[in-house]
């Protein structure tokens, strides 16, 4: 087998699985399956719980003909929990204890979803590390987010309460002790709230460790996917520790920061519309069936 030409480094929401429905495209996961065969390192980079790429990554890749030979590797919640899966099933998570939310903030999350929010939001019982809640399928969008910036609000008290300290995005609430160990993290379809240390420059150093410890050759040329600004701490990571990569923007519309590397868009698509482009660009590139660079039809 020919040395793989890019590795891949996805954010799962957005350009892998619909924000609307949660679910990936058949032609997403085809395109996978492809890439992984052909030896492109794919790794899942996500603030996503294992249970959630088990269910709507992994079980659909096996069903599409992934090999028991196949390895991928998941980075969920950001950097705190982590898995690799083949064709043959998952390996057991790993959770890194330090960066987990405390017990007993996270029942107050909890109570405060079912006595105020259920309508809008669900509180996430899959997650192992940090504490999420997400909209309803079913709600509309434009409903939840009117909720969700007062549930922020009340998560925010909540921190205090617990005499945690908290920022939210730029605005800082130092605890009694002016630090600050936590952050709550809106996105437009759910809020996390989790440990400073967590972030998708983490889960890109989680992500080489991993195909360090597999044995894979890691490639010096890496393509990064997100939906969100701070999906571009991936290709940062991946830059300042001398990688070439270029990150692709699904929703550019928020957007695009000055990088020192390329930043590549699918015109006026997004989500998983865009993302599914350029899988099946690289699908064809790995292939042989596509010219060696990222251009989109």
């Not at 889960?203 to 999906?231: F, K, M, N, Q, Y």
Request: glycine share 8%; hydrophobic share 45%.
């Amino acid at each position: 087998m020919t040395s793989p030409r890019f590795g891949l480094l996805l954010d799962v929401d957005g350009p892998v699985a619909s924000p609307v429905s949660r679910s990936v495209p058949p032609e997403i996961i085809a395109d996978l399956v492809s890439l992984a065969a052909a030896g492109w390192p794919v790794v899942f980079n996500t603030g996503r719980s294992d249970e959630f790429i088990r269910e709507q990554v992994m079980r659909p890749m096996i069903a599409a003909g992934l090999s028991a030979d196949t390895t991928l590797h998941a980075v969920c919640e950001k950097g705190a929990v982590w898995f690799s899966f083949t064709g043959a099933g998952p390996g057991e998570p790993q959770v890194d204890a330090e960066l987990a939310l405390p017990a007993d903030y996270a029942d107050a999350v909890r109570a405060l979803v079912a006595q105020k929010y259920s309508a809008h939001m669900f509180y996430d019982e899959t997650k192992r590390a940090m504490v999420s809640v997400e909209q309803h399928v079913e709600v509309a969008n434009a409903d939840y987010l009117e909720e969700q910036a007062q549930f922020d609000a009340d998560a925010l008290a909540l921190m205090r309460k617990f005499d945690l300290g908290v920022c939210r995005l730029d605005h800082h609430a130092p605890d009694s002790d002016d630090s600050i160990d936590y952050r709550i993290d809106p996105t437009i379809i759910s809020t996390d709230i989790e440990a400073l240390g967590v972030g998708k420059d983490l889960g890109a150093r989680r992500a080489l460790a991993l195909l360090r410890g597999a044995g894979t050759e890691i490639p010096r040329t890496w393509r990064t996917v997100g939906d969100s600004r701070t999906d571009y701490a991936m290709a940062n990571e991946l830059h300042a520790l001398g990688y070439n990569v270029a990150h692709v923007d699904v929703r550019p519309a928020d957007g695009v920061p000055a990088t020192p590397y390329p930043v590549l868009t699918a015109g006026d698509r997004i989500h998983e519309d865009a993302g599914g482009a350029f899988f099946a660009r690289w699908a064809a590139m790995a292939a042989g069936q596509a010219a060696d660079d990222d251009g989109v039809s």
